[in-house]
């Protein structure tokens, strides 16, 4: 560790400069830049080795704290007016968002039930013209295959035509029942085993199982203090 002279524990004086301050930012960013230029010469990636480097540090060190500290304060008052301004726009026009949400809230509750009524209406609508179709195109199969003369092959052509038209309305039946519904489908999970459901999730997922024990785990190390089965504790120090 680099020597150097002891720090000043009053701080950067422009912090506290009469009328010919410059800009709050202004003033608090170099102090904190000089800090970090003071900082270079003590934190040099060497051990502290005596009571002067460790009583300069944690100049050093409270120096910084306060400097934080006081740009943050700075910082919450500059940023308190608009802050305060937004609150008082929040203020006046949440109660008419939150009311047309309401609405919008109720009329979606009360359409619930006939949109799923109409979905499973117009979805049997579907089925039945699909069947209708397939078995046109069976006759139509049947009629092309057994057409032996004229009035045959022309029969046949009517029954193509039909058809068609009936895989048409089909395709326009699927369409209304699978679009247009006001319906949104989601899905949740109930857990009916969770031994069965955990070994299923287990080798695709173990490491965010693992984050979670971890999670459980520093939880209540921080209440135990004490090693856990299969959890071991260990007491950490750091500077403060």
């Not at 950067?12 to 170099?30: C, E, Q, Y």
């Not at 934080?68 to 301004?85: F, I, M, Q, V």
């Not at 173990?206 to 090693?227: C, G, M």
Request: net charge negative.
């Amino acid at each position: 560790m680099s020597a150097a002279a002891a720090l000043s524990e009053t701080g950067n004086d422009r912090i506290a400069m009469g009328a010919n301050a410059p800009p709050a930012f202004d003033a608090h960013k170099a102090n904190i830049d000089d800090l970090r230029e003071e900082a270079k010469v003590w934190l040099d990636g060497k051990a502290v080795t005596s009571a002067e480097e460790a009583e300069a540090l944690n100049t050093l060190l409270d120096m910084a704290r306060k400097a934080g500290k006081a740009s943050d304060d700075e910082r919450a008052a500059e940023k308190k007016p608009h802050l305060d301004a937004g609150k008082a726009i929040d203020k006046q026009w949440k109660p008419l968002i939150d009311g047309a949400e309401l609405i919008a809230s109720l009329c979606k509750k009360v359409l619930t039930p006939w949109n799923i009524a109409e979905a499973n209406r117009k979805a049997e609508v579907a089925r039945q013209a699909a069947a209708a179709a397939e078995e046109e195109q069976h006759l139509a199969r049947e009629a092309e295959r057994g057409a032996t003369t004229l009035e045959d092959a022309e029969q046949a052509d009517q029954f193509g035509e039909s058809a068609k038209q009936a895989a048409m309305v089909a395709k326009t039946a699927v369409k209304e029942a699978t679009t247009g519904l006001g319906l949104r489908t989601s899905y949740r999970a109930e857990i009916t085993d969770f031994a069965v459901a955990a070994r299923h999730f287990w080798q695709p997922h173990h490491h965010r199982f693992e984050e979670l024990v971890l999670q459980i785990a520093n939880e209540q190390a921080r209440i135990v203090k004490a090693d856990m089965p299969g959890i071991k504790v260990l007491a950490e120090q750091k500077a403060f």
